[in-house]
């Protein structure tokens, strides 16, 4: 099992920047990949972005260039860098991890973009 709490989430006016926090423990293996997705309300769940354990990265085509993930292999945190937000990046963001252990997620933290 692997247990995933994440922090940072809040309201933010359109054009500001949010920085999420994903911190991971339990039965952690050292090949894994942590990343983020989001669901806005009536629509479906969509990868933010994901970084694997040698810090190789991919990013949804709605954040390239606005968003950075990033990881801390001695915290086994994950952080997500949010900047120039839109009042379309309002939604519930998930931190999940992915590994040996199988696929585990966050409760997930709100993000509110104001227009």
């Known amino acids: 099992q692997v247990q995933l709490v994440e922090s940072g989430g809040g309201l933010v006016q359109a054009g500001g920047s949010l920085r999420l926090s994903c911190v991971a423990s339990?039965?952690?293996?050292?090949?894994?990949?942590m990343g983020w997705y989001r669901r806005a309300p009536g629509k479906q769940r969509e990868l933010v972005a994901i970084?694997?354990?040698?810090?190789?990265?991919q990013y949804g085509d709605s954040v390239k260039g606005r968003f950075t993930i990033s990881r801390d292999h001695a915290k086994d945190t994950v952080y997500l860098q949010m900047n120039n937000l839109k009042p379309e990046d309002t939604a519930v963001y998930y931190c999940?991890?992915?590994?040996?252990?199988?696929?585990?997620w966050g409760r997930g933290t709100q993000v509110t973009v104001s227009s």
């Open positions: 970084v694997s354990s040698g810090d190789t990265t």
């Open positions: 339990g039965s952690i293996f050292s090949i894994n990949a």
């Open positions: 999940n991890w992915f590994g040996r252990a199988g696929s585990f």
